[in-house]
T-cell receptor, first 115, second 114 residues
Framework: AQTVTQSQPEMSVQEAETVTLSCTYD???????LFWYKQPPSRQMILVIR??????QNATENRFSVNFQKAAKSFSLKISDSQLGDAAMYFC????????????FGTGTRLQVTL | ETGVTQTPRHLVMGMTNKKSLKCEQH?????MYWYKQSAKKPLELMFV???????ENNSVPSRFSPECPNSSHLFLHLHTLQPEDSALYLC?????????????FGPGTRLTVL
């Protein structure tokens, strides 16, 4: 079974600084996608970034980028120039062709942004 | 974000009550999902509907009964719930069930079972 592990329950970063959130996953599939979702205090889950497993190039969306290490099954999220609005729960998630409907989530990392 | 709406946002019910959660998506999607989010646990997929047909039931107890009358609406009917069913219930939708189809989430219904 696929599992997603986020080992950092909470992280803190100062405004304008950079923070990296960790995620590891376990799978025997070869074709899959990985996602980072953000859930602000208002609770609506928003897709931040996604990575196709077959792509070697790391995905980037403005201040958000990932470090995808396929062999190590690691998928970390880097937030640059952190802003107060980045404070939220961040969930790493996995989806494969074997279970196309199902997003498997980690337990989340709560990110605090301080002045 | 108004693509996926959920009502009510908060619900308190007794164990003998019957209530329903409603989800509506305005994105023209064909697939809809119910997830349960409990504290300190990963989101759990409950049900999947594709073109109004249930395609996945993730071993959910029968006290949760989903209904999908059309591709835009999804309900979760609740009866005889237990206190451990208290959680945030999230609805999501996607264009289809392909790997490339992003799931868009609603704001959730915070359910408290007394």
């Amino acid at each position: 079974a696929q599992t997603v592990t986020q080992s950092q329950p909470e992280m803190s970063v100062q405004e304008a600084e950079t923070v990296t959130l960790s995620c590891t996953y376990d799978t025997s599939e070869s074709d899959y996608y990985l996602f980072w979702y953000k859930q602000p205090p208002s609770r609506q889950m928003i897709l931040v970034i996604r990575q196709e497993a077959y792509k070697q190039q790391n995905a980037t969306e403005n201040r958000f980028s990932v470090n995808f290490q396929k062999a190590a099954k690691s998928f970390s999220l880097k937030i640059s120039d952190s802003q107060l609005g980045d404070a939220a729960m961040y969930f790493c998630a996995y989806r494969s062709t074997g279970t196309a409907s199902k997003l498997t989530f980690g337990t989340g990392t709560r990110l605090q942004v301080t002045l | 974000e108004t693509g996926v709406t959920q009502t009510p946002r908060h619900l308190v019910m007794g164990m003998t009550n019957k209530k329903s959660l409603k989800c509506e998506q305005h994105l023209g999607h064909n697939a809809m999902y119910w997830y349960k989010q409990s504290a300190k646990k990963p989101l759990e997929l409950m049900f999947v509907y594709n073109f109004k047909e249930q395609t996945e039931n993730n071993s959910v107890p029968s006290r949760f009964s989903p209904e999908c009358p059309n591709s835009s609406h999804l309900f979760l009917h609740l009866h005889t719930l237990q206190p451990e069913d208290s959680a945030l219930y999230l609805c999501a939708s996607s264009q289809g069930r392909a790997l490339t189809d992003t799931q868009y989430f609603g704001p959730g219904t915070r359910l408290t079972v007394l």
